[in-house]
């Protein structure tokens, strides 16, 4: 367990962090700000964790990303970010009022013509992109509905390629991960995500922990081998 005290050591570091190596500009803090008075969740990826997906997809060379789960837009525009002008990104989201915000806030930060906001479940406008041909992506980025890790991540390999990247958010949440919980379905979806990725000889992948203002939690990274 973490205390107070822990939590504040570790909001002040991403604090020292953040403001020297990812301070915002106008459209990340709009971006934020606006979603907030929309009354969406306050889950956006951190700064400094959002500036670690912009740096992975500038090394992957990435042209085509594919995010699953958009909120407000905030991962999308640093991952954007990194894109060329002829890049292209598609964000996922089920719900019509986040998908609103996202495309707002991505319309103010310059990145309307890049991104495509869709609309839907993950699982359906998944389906979609498949039978439209979409793909391969360079990176993907899974941070939607936990339950359905499983189900994100055998679609991030479908829409691959030997070398794409597949990132997945939120998998340790307070070390919930090490433990069976049959009664948290969010859980036991990642923890079938990890026995997923261990065994799919096409994916070699890591996952570490993180602390930072959004407490104590943790991604996995996977590169597909072919
Ligand atoms: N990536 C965002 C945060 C995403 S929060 C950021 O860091 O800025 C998770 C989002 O997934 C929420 O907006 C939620 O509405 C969406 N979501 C939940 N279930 C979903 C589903 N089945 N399909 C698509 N999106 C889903
Ligand atoms: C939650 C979801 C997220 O994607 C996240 O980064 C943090 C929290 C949540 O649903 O509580
Ligand atoms: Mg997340």
Redesign the pocket.
């Known amino acids: 367990m973490s205390t107070d005290n822990d939590q504040a050591r570790w909001t002040a570091v991403d604090a020292y962090v953040t403001d020297l190596l990812a301070p915002a500009d106008d459209a990340l803090t709009a971006?934020l700000a606006d979603?907030e008075a929309a009354g969406?969740?306050r889950?956006?990826?951190a700064p400094n964790?959002?500036k670690l997906l912009h740096l992975l997809a500038v090394t992957q060379g990435a042209r085509r990303i594919l995010?699953?789960?958009?909120?407000?837009?905030?991962?999308?525009?640093?991952l954007a970010r990194a894109l060329p002008a002829d890049g292209r990104l598609i964000?996922?989201?089920?719900?019509p009022v986040?998908a609103d915000v996202?495309r707002r806030n991505l319309a103010r930060a310059g990145l309307d013509t890049i991104v495509e906001v869709r609309t839907?479940?993950?699982?359906?406008?998944l389906s979609k992109l498949e039978a439209e041909g979409a793909g391969p992506f360079d990176l993907v980025?899974i941070?939607?509905?936990k339950v359905?890790n499983p189900h994100y991540v055998a679609w991030a390999l479908k829409l691959s390629r030997p070398g794409t990247l597949v990132i997945v958010?939120n998998v340790v949440r307070g070390g919930a991960v090490a433990t069976p919980h049959p009664d948290d379905p969010a859980i036991t979806g990642t923890r079938e995500m990890f026995e997923l990725v261990a065994r799919e000889p096409r994916l070699d992948a890591t996952a570490f922990q993180t602390v930072g203002t959004k407490g104590y939690d943790g991604l996995l990274i996977a590169r597909v081998t072919a």
Do not use: C, K, M, R
């Open positions: 971006a979603s969406l969740p889950i956006a990826v964790q959002g995010e699953i789960g958009t909120l407000g837009g905030y991962s999308t525009i640093w964000t996922l989201e089920y719900s986040h996202a839907g479940a993950a699982l359906d406008t980025f941070d939607a509905d359905n958010d």
